[in-house]
C-alpha cells in the first residue's frame, strides 16, 4: 500500500470500516467470475443497481485486494451510500472490504469520474497537452466536447473506466487494482453506453482517437469484463433485462450474471402460500398460536395477518413466475433480499455477505 | 446526465414555501378542470411515470375530456393494449375506452430520431436537409446524443399543441418524459442553443466555412492543431461540414424552444412529479420540485407510487418479531409465527416509507400530495389503468 499512498492524494478523512473479521465469517472459496477484472453492474432503475455495486465491490475486496468503485452518472450515490463527503475526481479509499477467514479484509477505493475531468487529464497523459488542454477549454472545446458533441461523453467516461482497469506506464504511481466495479447507467442504456467506443471509431475512421476507442473495445469485448444486471422480480424490470442480455450479447458484450435485488421475505413455506391464496388458513390455530405468545386479538388482528398472508402470497406467486423466467436467461443468478428497514452502510456489507455465499464474488 | 446551465449556475436548496402542511393532491379536480391543457409527469427512472401519465389521460377521457397522451417508452404489454406497438410518431386512437361523456384517447410512443428529422426536413430546403440528414455527426446526434430525447418529447409537444389548437382535435395532452434528471434539459433548452450558437469554438469551426475570417491567432493555431491530433483531420472536416450546414437551422431552433419554454410555463400546463417511497426517488423528486418552482413552472403535485399498504391492526413490529421468536422457541416451522414475522416486515416498510414522505413534506410542504398503494401485479390492460385511476383520485 505504501508505494500507492502518493497517488492516494489527500488521504481521506473517513475510511468506513467493516465488520472485524471474528464477527463475520464467510468462508473463501471459488467464485464465479475469476478471470474478471471489469464488473460493469447494470440495472433498471428503481432496482438498486447502486446498492448491488457496492456491495460487490465490498464482497471482492477480501484480503489483500484493491477494489476501485466508479461512478460515472454524477449523483455522488457512492458517497451517500457510504456517508462520506462528496468524491472528487480522484481516487479515494473509502472502505474497507469483507473480511475473509484468511485474515484482513482488503480496500474499496472510489472514483467518481466526470467527463470534464476525464477529458483534461486524458489530453495531458497522452498529449502532453497542458497548455492547449487549457486552451481547448477557454474556446469552449471542452464543454462541446462534453456535452454537445454526440458519443464523447461516454467515451470519455468509458475511457478513464479502461484507463483503471488498464493501467499503463504513463500513470505510473497509480494502484494497480485487482478489480474495478462500475456503478453504470441503466439498463435501456447499457450496451449503447459500453459500445460507444465502437460507434465511434466508425466515425473516426483513422487517427489516434481510433486506435484508443478500439483498445478500449477489445477489453470491453474480452473475457476480462463481465456485464452484471440488477433487477427485481416484477414483470418489466425480467423484460428489460432480457432485453438488455440480447442486446449486450448482439454487440459482443461479455453477459456476467443476473442479481435479483429485494426479494420478498419467505417466512411462509409452500403449503402455507397455497392455503394462503385458497383462504384456508386454520384461523383457530392461529388464534390459540396468538395466546400462547401472549399477544392479544384485539381488532381483528387475525382477520388482519390472513389478508396480509394472501396478499403475500399472490405477491410471491408473481415472483416465481418471473423467477422462472430469470431462470430461463441461462445466466448465473444471485438474489439479495429486500431489508425493511432500507440500506445504509451495515446492510451494504449484509448484502456483500450474500453475494460471497452466492459465489458472486 | 448534466447541463451546462447546472455547472454553472450554483443552485441552492429550496425550502418550505407555504406555512402549514401538505394538502392531498385532487386529481379528478385537476383532470376535469377545463383549463388544463397540459400534463407533463417527471420523475426518475423505475417509479411508474408512464403507467400513472396513461392512467391519467384514460381517466380524463372518461371523464369527458379528449386527451392524447404521449409516452416515451412504454412495457410491451401495455403499448400493446394501447394500440402503439408501432413506433411512427403520430397519435392512433386507443379501443376500448369509455366514450359515453363524449370524451376520447388517442396514444403515440415518441421516435426521437423521426421527430428530430422532420424538424430538420422542415426547417431546411431539401438538398441541404438531405446533406444534414446523411452527415455521420448528425446520424450520431440524432440518435444517441443525451438530451435530444428530452428536447425531442418537447418538440413533439410544441407540434401537437399548435395542431390541436389550429384543429381543435385534443383539449387535454398528457406527456410522459424520459427517466432522468435531463428530463428537465428542455428548460434549459433555449439557454443551451444560445450558447452554443454564441459559442467562440463554433465560431471557430465555422470560420473556414465562412471565408477567410480573422480567427488565425495563435489561439486558433493551437486548437486546431490539437484537434487535428486528437481526432484526425477527416473527423474534423465532417464536424465542420455538419454545424456549417446546421448553422442556419439553429435560429428557428431557439425560437421553438422559447415558444415551448413559454407554453409549460403558461396557466394551463400542470406538472406532476412522480416518485416511489424510497430516498432516491425522493430526493429526485425533490430536485424536480425546486428545479421547477425555480423556472417558475406550474407544479401541481406529487404523485407517490407504489406504497406499502397499511397493515391491519395495531400490533406493532417489535411486538410482533418478539412473540413469533416465543413460538419459534417450541415449534420452528410454525405458520403464525411466520405470519407475525411478515406483518413485522411490512409495518417497518410502511414505518419508513411514512417517515420519508413525512420528511419530503417537511421541507416543502406547498406540494399536494397523492398516495398509490402497490398493487401485487403489473398493469397492461386498461382495466388496470383504470385501478390505477381510481386510487389517484383517492378511490
Redesign the interface.
Known amino acids: 500500500m505504501t508505494g500507492h499512498a502518493a497517488r492516494i492524494q489527500g488521504l481521506p478523512r473517513v475510511t468506513r470500516q467493516g465488520p472485524a473479521n471474528t464477527l463475520h465469517y464467510v468462508s473463501e472459496q471459488k467464485h464465479d467470475w475469476p478471470r474478471v477484472r471489469l464488473h460493469v453492474v447494470t440495472g433498471k432503475g428503481g432496482t438498486g443497481k447502486s446498492t448491488v455495486a457496492a456491495a460487490l465491490a465490498l464482497a471482492l475486496a477480501s484480503h489483500g485486494k484493491n477494489v476501485l468503485l466508479c461512478e460515472v452518472e454524477g449523483r455522488q450515490g457512492i458517497a451517500r451510500m457510504f456517508d462520506v463527503d462528496p468524491l472528487p475526481y480522484e481516487e479515494r479509499r473509502i472502505a474497507t472490504g469483507l473480511p475473509g477467514p484468511e485474515g484482513s479484509p482488503g480496500v474499496v477505493h472510489a472514483l467518481h469520474i466526470d467527463p470534464e475531468s476525464a477529458l483534461l487529464e486524458y489530453l495531458a497523459m497522452y498529449y502532453k497537452l497542458g497548455r492547449a488542454g487549457r486552451a481547448l477549454d477557454r474556446f469552449g472545446v471542452v464543454e462541446f466536447a462534453t456535452t454537445i458533441a454526440p458519443g464523447v461523453r461516454d467515451v470519455l467516461l468509458t475511457g478513464k473506466v479502461f484507463e483503471a482497469v488498464q493501467r499503463n506506464s504513463r500513470n505510473k504511481s497509480a494502484i494497480r487494482y485487482d478489480a474495478v466495479v462500475l456503478d453504470a447507467p441503466p439498463t435501456g442504456r447499457i450496451a449503447q453506453f459500453l459500445n460507444v467506443n465502437n460507434e465511434l471509431a466508425g466515425l473516426a475512421r483513422m487517427g489516434p482517437i481510433k486506435s484508443q476507442a478500439d483498445t478500449v473495445m477489445t477489453l470491453f469485448r474480452s473475457p476480462r469484463t463481465a456485464v452484471h444486471l440488477v433487477t427485481v422480480l416484477e414483470e418489466m424490470p425480467v423484460q428489460e433485462t432480457a432485453d438488455g442480455i440480447g442486446e449486450l450479447r448482439e454487440a459482443g458484450l461479455p453477459v456476467g450474471g443476473v442479481v435479483v435485488n429485494l426479494v420478498r421475505p419467505r417466512d411462509l413455506d409452500a403449503g402455507d402460500l397455497t392455503s394462503a391464496l385458497a383462504g384456508s388458513l386454520d384461523r383457530s390455530t392461529i388464534r390459540s398460536d396468538l395466546k400462547e405468545a401472549g399477544v392479544e386479538d384485539g381488532n381483528g388482528l387475525v382477520d388482519g395477518l390472513v389478508a396480509e398472508a394472501r396478499d403475500h402470497a399472490e405477491r410471491r406467486a408473481l415472483e416465481d413466475e418471473q423467477r422462472a423466467l430469470v431462470g430461463d436467461l441461462s445466466v448465473p443468478t444471485y438474489e439479495l433480499p429486500r431489508l425493511a428497514g432500507g440500506v445504509d452502510l451495515g446492510a451494504l456489507y449484509e448484502l456483500a455477505t450474500e453475494l460471497r455465499k452466492q459465489g458472486m464474488a | 446526465?448534466?447541463?451546462?446551465a447546472h455547472k454553472t449556475r450554483s443552485r441552492s436548496r429550496v425550502g418550505p414555501l407555504t406555512e402549514g402542511t401538505a394538502s392531498s393532491l385532487d386529481v379528478d379536480a385537476l383532470l376535469d378542470d377545463p383549463h388544463t391543457g397540459i400534463i407533463v409527469c417527471c420523475g426518475?427512472?423505475?417509479?411508474g411515470k408512464t403507467t400513472t401519465s396513461a392512467a391519467l389521460a384514460l381517466r380524463a377521457a372518461e371523464h369527458g375530456r379528449r386527451v392524447v397522451v404521449l409516452t416515451i417508452?412504454p412495457?410491451?404489454?401495455l403499448a400493446q393494449s394501447m394500440g402503439i406497438e408501432a413506433l411512427d410518431n403520430t397519435p392512433r386512437p386507443v379501443v376500448g375506452v369509455a366514450t359515453e361523456g363524449g370524451g376520447s384517447l388517442d396514444a403515440m410512443m415518441l421516435d426521437m430520431k423521426r421527430t428530430f428529422d422532420e424538424v430538420v426536413e422542415s426547417q431546411a430546403a431539401p438538398e441541404k436537409a438531405r446533406q444534414i440528414l446523411e452527415n455521420?455527426?448528425y446520424i450520431?446526434?440524432s440518435s444517441?446524443?443525451?438530451?435530444t430525447q428530452e428536447y425531442m418529447a418537447m418538440e413533439k409537444l410544441g407540434q401537437i399543441h399548435a395542431a390541436a389548437q389550429r384543429e381543435g382535435t385534443y383539449d387535454l395532452i398528457v406527456v410522459d418524459t424520459p427517466?432522468s434528471r435531463s428530463a428537465l434539459d428542455f428548460l434549459d433548452a433555449p439557454e443551451r442553443l444560445s450558447s452554443?450558437l454564441d459559442?467562440?469554438?463554433?465560431r471557430?469551426l465555422l470560420a473556414p466555412a465562412r471565408g477567410p475570417a480573422r480567427m488565425m491567432s495563435a489561439?486558433f493555431g493551437?486548437?486546431t492543431?490539437?484537434?487535428t491530433?486528437?481526432?484526425?483531420?477527416?473527423?474534423l472536416r465532417?464536424?465542420q461540414t455538419f454545424v456549417a450546414a446546421f448553422d442556419t437551422l439553429f435560429g428557428g431552433f431557439r425560437q421553438r424552444a422559447q415558444k415551448t419554454f413559454e407554453l409549460l410555463q403558461a396557466d394551463g400546463t400542470a406538472f406532476l412529479v412522480v416518485a416511489?417511497p424510497?430516498?432516491?426517488?425522493l430526493r429526485e423528486a425533490a430536485y424536480f420540485v425546486e428545479r421547477l418552482s425555480e423556472d417558475r413552472m406550474p407544479l401541481a403535485g406529487l404523485i407517490v407510487n407504489r406504497a406499502s399498504?397499511q397493515?391491519?391492526?395495531?400490533?406493532s413490529a417489535d411486538?410482533?418479531m418478539a412473540?413469533?421468536a416465543?413460538?419459534r422457541k417450541?415449534e420452528p416451522?410454525?405458520?403464525?409465527?411466520?405470519?407475525?414475522?411478515?406483518?413485522?416486515?411490512?409495518s417497518?416498510?410502511v414505518e419508513?416509507e411514512a417517515r420519508l414522505r413525512e420528511r419530503f413534506a417537511a421541507a416543502h410542504p406547498e406540494v399536494p400530495t397523492a398516495v398509490v398503494p402497490a398493487l401485487?401485479?403489473?398493469v397492461?390492460d386498461l382495466d388496470g389503468l383504470r385501478r390505477i385511476g381510481d386510487l389517484l383520485a383517492g378511490g
Do not use: C, W, Y
Not at chain 2, 1 to 4: F, H
Not at chain 2, 278 to 281: G, K, L, N, S, V
Not at chain 2, 311 to 315: D, Q
Open positions: 446526465m448534466s447541463t451546462p426518475s427512472g423505475g417509479v417508452d412495457a410491451r404489454r455521420p455527426f450520431a446526434l444517441s446524443f443525451a438530451g427517466p452554443f459559442g467562440r469554438f463554433i471557430l489561439g493551437i486548437i492543431n490539437a484537434l491530433k486528437i481526432l484526425g483531420a477527416q473527423v465532417d464536424m416511489a424510497e430516498p432516491d426517488a399498504p397493515p391491519e391492526g395495531v400490533l411486538e410482533a412473540a413469533a416465543r413460538l417450541h416451522d410454525s405458520l403464525t409465527a411466520g405470519l407475525l414475522r411478515l406483518h413485522a416486515d411490512q417497518r416498510m419508513r401485487a401485479g403489473d397492461h
